[in-house]
């Protein structure tokens, strides 16, 4: 157990529709990043957050959008979803930007 | 092409052989880590090698890192079959603080 948490576990929606992924990181950790992994295109990185303001960003969509609140927990909103949204959604945290990264579970998105 | 490239992408051994995993990247780093995924689980990070250091030991792990080759390898000794997962290398960029890129991965599979 990495001590990251992730809600919910699985996901099932229609396409067009909006969902709010959430994550609480390891208690102590300042940063948390969001990442994508589908089959196609592997782990990609979208957004780092660290204590509460957008740290770096990466691929990630306008359509998608994330924040990290001031008890540090934070959500991935993902809007007007499509087909190729379908795919498992990693949060990890770390003490600082850099150090290593603990992983959650994953949320598993099926867009129909 | 991507940052964090690992070689090769797929390795097959016998149980007690030895395994090697290759990463490749391109920019400037301030570190670069080993992650393991399971099948469908969060990814684990396994070892940490600084941009000043040369090689790094943890059991069964060797990490080695070439800034001027700007590669790592992964060498696992004695692999298990519990060994079995995908591997990923990511690098920390040094202009970017914080910001990791992760490899697409070389997944090992040891026979028992």
């Known amino acids: 157990d990495s001590g990251v948490t992730q809600t919910p576990k699985h996901l099932i929606t229609a396409t067009g529709q909006r969902v709010t992924l959430r994550c609480s990181p390891r208690s102590g950790d300042l940063s948390v990043y969001w990442y994508q992994q589908s089959l196609d295109q592997g782990l990609q990185f979208l957004i780092q957050y660290y204590n509460g303001e957008e740290r770096a960003k990466g691929n990630i969509l306008e359509r998608f959008s994330a924040q990290q609140f001031p008890d540090l927990h934070s959500e991935l909103n993902l809007s007007s979803l499509e087909l190729g949204d379908s795919a498992l959604y990693f949060c990890?945290?770390?003490?600082?930007?850099?150090?290593?990264?603990?992983f959650g579970p994953g949320t598993r998105l099926t867009v129909l | 092409s991507q940052q964090g490239e690992e070689d090769p992408q797929a390795l097959s051994i016998q149980e007690g052989e030895n395994a090697t995993m290759n990463c490749s990247y391109k920019t400037s780093i301030n570190n670069l880590q080993w992650y393991r995924q399971n099948s469908g689980r969060g990814l684990v990070h396994l070892i940490l090698?600084?941009?000043?250091?040369r090689e790094k030991h943890s059991g069964r792990l060797r990490v080695t890192l070439d800034t001027s080759k700007k590669s790592s390898s992964l060498l696992i000794t004695a692999s298990r079959a519990a060994d079995t997962a995908s591997y990923f290398c990511?690098?920390?960029?040094?202009?970017?603080?914080?910001?990791?890129?992760f490899g697409d991965g070389t997944t090992l599979t040891v026979k028992p």
């Open positions: 990890a945290s770390s003490v600082y930007g850099g150090n290593e990264q603990f």
């Open positions: 990511a690098t920390v960029d040094n202009t970017n603080a914080g910001k990791s890129t």
């Open positions: 090698i600084r941009s000043n250091e």
